[in-house]
């Protein structure tokens, strides 16, 4: 066998290794339309199920803690898009406080599978394949990286499988991915989780439990937006302080 059909060789072999990570999510997200996994997680299913989901946390609320925090995580790992509904469900379950360390814990477990996967497929930034603008732009965003990832993190228009990818994307680091995922989720999370645990009253009266427009109300928005004004300050200060003159 020549050298050259070896290196080829080895060249595919490496690709699929860096692919395979995606392969498997990809597979696994479809697997899971595909036994109508979405069907299980929304309010009617909520609802209907109240008096079996209390009784399994009254029963084991460790166990059925840990396995929350479990599915939560492999669900965000394959990109499922029904993280807000997944949060309900634990707010119902585990009260708000509860429930928000557990939404947390289990979204940036899943957020760093996807990271890992994304980061391993690509094998180098997108700037690097893009050329000279996005070069720019990835070292803009380096230079305040946790500004930045707080800030996509914190703004409620941006789908949290998205914004688990992107920074992926650009080769931000893990350690900043992380501690921005962690930390600028909680808002978000505390929001859901408390609307879960007020399910039960609205279940009782027969009402029905309404998301549409809940991260958009003022006494939602209004923290959310001074938490991106403090995020963007470390940016506006480095901005301005370069522009004065020495």
């Known amino acids: 066998m020549s050298e050259t059909t070896i290196s080829e060789t080895s060249s595919k072999s490496n690709l699929v290794k860096r692919l395979l990570p995606l392969g498997i999510i990809a597979t696994a997200l479809t697997a899971f339309f595909a036994l109508g996994g979405p069907e299980y997680v929304n309010i009617d299913t909520l609802k209907q199920n109240q008096a079996f989901l209390k009784g399994l946390v009254a029963d084991n609320f460790i166990l059925v803690f840990l396995g929350f925090i479990a599915i ?18 634990g707010g119902f379950m585990f009260t708000t406080l509860p429930a928000t360390a557990a939404i947390v814990i289990g979204a940036t477990l899943g957020a760093c ?16 394949k893009m050329g000279p603008y996005m070069a720019k732009f990835e070292s803009g965003l380096k230079e305040n990286e946790l500004s ?50 007020g399910a039960a009253a ?13 991260m958009t109300e003022p006494r939602v928005l209004f923290p959310i937006v001074g938490l991106m004004c403090l995020s963007a300050v470390p ?3 480095k901005k301005f302080s370069k522009a004065q003159p020495a």
């Not at 939560?72 to 469900?89: C, D, E, M, Q, T």
């Open 72 to 89: 939560y995580a492999l669900l965000v790992g394959i990109s499922f898009p029904g993280a807000g509904f997944l949060s309900i469900f």
């Open 113 to 128: 599978i996807i990271y890992m996967a994304v980061k391993m497929a690509l094998g180098e930034s997108m700037a690097e």
């Open 235 to 237: 940016i506006l200060y």
């Open 202 to 214: 609205i279940f009782e009266q027969e009402g029905d439990l309404k998301l549409s427009g809940v």
């Open 148 to 197: 930045y990832l707080f800030i996509l993190r914190l703004v409620p228009i941006f789908p949290f499988f998205v914004v688990n990818v992107v920074p992926a994307l650009f080769n931000v680091k893990f350690r900043n991915y992380v501690v921005s995922t962690f930390f600028g989720i909680i808002p978000g999370s505390l929001v859901y989780a408390s609307i879960g645990d």
